[in-house]
């Protein structure tokens, strides 16, 4: 049963970067799309980018192109999120989540049918 774990998160200033790996077991990464999404303090969760099971395909949300960047390594069973120019309104908790298609819906969350735990980014100076 595939099982997924974030790591990477931390306290960052304004303008800084921060790389999120999220790291699979139980299964093959490569068999599933994965998905980050972002949940500020009070706030719903949002999705923040998604890549397809090559890494061919990938897809931001609109308040992170071009600072965002999505990646994959299926040796190593692992999904990166690079986050670069990071801005106080990033903060939150990042999930990372997997599904077993990649185009639709995606930013609501839908059909995302297993979630890490999250790890936090602050962005603070």
């Known amino acids: 049963q595939l099982q997924l774990v974030e790591s990477g998160g931390g306290l960052v200033q304004p303008g800084g970067s921060l790389r999120l790996s999220c790291a699979a077991s139980?299964?093959?990464?490569?068999?599933?799309?994965i998905g980050w999404f972002h949940q500020a303090p009070g706030k719903i969760r949002e999705g923040v980018s998604c890549?397809?099971?090559?890494?061919?395909?990938?897809n931001y949300a609109d308040s992170v192109k071009g600072r965002f960047t999505i990646s994959r390594d299926n040796a190593k069973n692992t999904v990166y999120l690079q986050m670069n120019n990071l801005k106080p309104e990033d903060t939150g908790v990042y999930y990372c989540?997997?599904?077993?298609?990649?185009?639709?819906?995606?930013?609501?969350?839908?059909?995302?049918?297993?979630w890490g735990q999250g790890t936090q980014v602050t962005v603070s100076s």
């Open positions: 989540a997997a599904r077993n298609y990649y185009f639709g819906t995606w930013e609501a969350g839908t059909d995302f049918h297993v």
């Open positions: 139980g299964s093959t990464l490569s068999s599933y799309t």
């Open positions: 890549i397809s099971r090559s890494g061919g395909d990938t």
